[in-house]
């Protein structure tokens, strides 16, 4: 259960319940929803063991470095 807010719906994606962040009720619910529901806890769980691979140190630090390569590229002057 995570806000649906800033980056959480795309870093949690399909692996989280996406609640208000304003609203109690809305926390409830989605509380209530994972613990009544066993095939969603077990989905839910599932589908976060596969994301986590795309937010570890490896892959953050080459995000960046292929980010920083394609800036510095396009920003070298050019001769001409």
Excluded at 57 to 64: L, Q, R
Aim: a negative charge; charged letters at 25%; hydrophobic letters at 35%.
């Amino acid at each position: 259960v995570t806000s649906d807010s800033s980056s959480m719906r795309e870093v949690a994606g399909p692996a989280a319940v996406l609640i208000d962040p304003h609203s109690d009720e809305s926390l409830t619910a989605g509380m209530a929803r994972v613990l009544d529901d066993p095939d969603l806890r077990r989905e839910l769980a599932q589908t976060g063991r596969s994301r986590v691979s795309r937010y570890s140190w490896d892959a953050m630090a080459s995000g960046v470095c292929n980010f920083v390569s394609t800036v510095a590229r396009d920003t070298t002057p050019r001769e001409g």
